[in-house]
């Protein structure tokens, strides 16, 4: 799967995570069928176009524990997912040290592997294009959006 496929199939899949639900970076690799890939999706989600038709809903993908993942300092990405998870019906609560965090089993969306049409032909090889080098497999990715 090159670069260009690996972000449509990131994209068809979001698109299809129902308002007032949200999954984890690493369980949308997964539905793509590149499960150590969840920092390609977070890379994939930050940059989506703001005029993507149709939208991606970008805020209701998640940390693995449910956590909204920082974007550094003097950025407001993490609040206005917040914000916009909010405006969806999703509660998102406030941690003592000012994490942000959504409760995975009242608001968490992960379909069966296979369940879910990505949009894209899948042609073995199993990695992302070569000349990508964001890829850590440890990590749960991390978007912007």
């Known amino acids: 799967m090159d670069s260009a496929q690996f972000h449509a ?3 068809n899949v979001v698109r299809q ?3 007032g639900h949200v999954t984890s970076y690493g369980h949308v690799a997964k539905l793509i069928g590149m499960p150590r890939h969840s920092r390609h999706v977070g890379q994939a989600l930050k940059f989506i176009s703001p005029n993507a038709q149709p939208p991606v809903p970008w805020q209701r993908v ?8 920082s974007r550094g ?6 609040a206005r997912q917040h ?5 969806e019906g999703v509660q998102v609560t406030v941690g003592r ?4 965090r959504v409760d995975l089993r009242e608001y968490g969306w992960f379909p ?3 369940s879910v049409d990505i949009g894209v032909e899948l042609s073995g090889g199993g990695d992302v294009d070569a000349d990508d080098t964001s890829h850590d497999p440890d990590s749960d990715g991390d978007a912007s959006g």
Do not use: F, K, Q
């Not at 300092?73 to 993490?78: D, L, Q, R, S």
């Not at 914000?83 to 405006?87: I, S, T």
């Not at 040290?97 to 942000?100: D, Q, Y």
């Open 83 to 87: 914000e916009a998870l909010e405006a």
């Open 112 to 114: 069966a592997v296979g």
């Open 17 to 19: 995570i129902p308002p």
């Open 9 to 11: 199939a990131v994209y």
């Open 73 to 78: 300092p003097g950025t407001e990405g993490a």
């Open 97 to 100: 040290t000012g994490e942000m």
């Open 62 to 69: 998640l940390g693995a524990s449910g956590t909204i993942s």
